[in-house]
C-alpha cells in the first residue's frame, strides 16, 4: 500500500511540474506574441509616417507632420505598455499556478495524513 501512496505522490508532484511547465511556456509564448504584434504595430505605424513625408513637403502640412510624428511617438509608448502589462499579467498567472500547485500538494499530503490515522484508529492499528 506504501508503494501505491508513493505512487500517487509521484503522480501528483509529476502533474504539477507539467503544469508549472505549461504555464510558463504560455507565459513565454504570450510574451513574444505580444512583442511581435507591437513591432508590427509600430514599423505600419513608421510606414505610413514616412508615405506621409514623401507625399507633404509644404509648410501648410507642417502641423500634420508634427502630429504624425507625436503618434508614432504615443503608439511607441503604448505598444511599451501593452508589451510590460502583457509580462506582468503572464508572470502574475504563472506565479499563482506555482502558489496553487504548492498549496494542493501540502492539502494533499494534509488528507493523506488524516486519512491514514482515521484508518489506523478505525481498525486499531498503530504503526
Do not use: P, W, Y
Not at 506574441?33 to 507591437?38: D, I, N, P, Q
Not at 504595430?41 to 500634420?64: H, R
Not at 510624428?69 to 505598455?81: C, G, H, P, R, T
Amino acid at each position: 500500500m506504501s508503494e501505491e501512496k508513493n505512487t500517487k505522490d509521484n503522480s501528483l508532484n509529476e502533474a504539477l511540474d507539467k503544469a508549472k511547465d505549461v504555464m510558463d511556456n504560455v507565459t513565454e509564448k504570450a510574451s513574444e506574441l505580444v512583442g511581435e504584434a507591437s513591432e508590427h504595430f509600430v514599423d505600419m505605424i513608421e510606414d505610413v509616417k514616412e508615405k506621409v513625408q514623401e507625399i507633404v513637403s509644404d509648410e501648410s502640412v507642417q502641423k500634420a507632420k508634427e502630429k504624425a510624428n507625436e503618434l508614432v511617438d504615443e503608439a511607441k509608448e503604448v505598444a511599451d505598455d501593452i508589451t510590460e502589462k502583457a509580462s506582468e499579467v503572464a508572470g502574475d498567472a504563472s506565479e499563482h499556478l506555482a502558489n496553487f500547485a504548492e498549496e494542493a500538494k501540502e492539502e494533499f499530503k494534509e488528507t493523506k495524513t488524516k486519512t491514514k490515522n482515521f484508518f489506523q484508529r478505525l481498525f486499531g492499528k498503530q504503526e
